[in-house]
């Protein structure tokens, strides 16, 4: 999906939050280029910013039972 206002991943080794708003604008990423970012979500909480970062939630760790594989091949 696309972003909402309130979506979140989160840094430094999963401790802290920050807002996809925030994300966009310290990357500098023009807002027309916003609406057209995908996500994957679980709520409010964005694993994923498709083809950028990932939440480090959810990064792979040697804590890390199980591991879902996204292949994503463009389009919408």
Do not use: N
């Not at 939050?17 to 916003?34: A, L, N, S």
């Not at 994923?48 to 879902?68: A, C, F, P, Q």
Request: positive net charge; without cysteine; glycine residues 10%.
């Amino acid at each position: 999906r696309t972003w909402r206002e309130g979506d979140f991943f989160m840094v430094q080794g999963g401790q802290h939050r920050k807002t996809i708003q925030r994300y966009f604008i310290d990357e500098k990423i023009p807002k027309e280029k916003r609406e057209e970012m995908l996500l994957l979500a679980d709520g409010s909480h964005i694993l994923w910013v498709v083809g950028r970062r990932i939440s480090d939630y959810y990064k792979i760790t040697d804590k890390t039972k199980t591991i879902i594989e996204i292949q994503y091949d463009g389009g919408i």
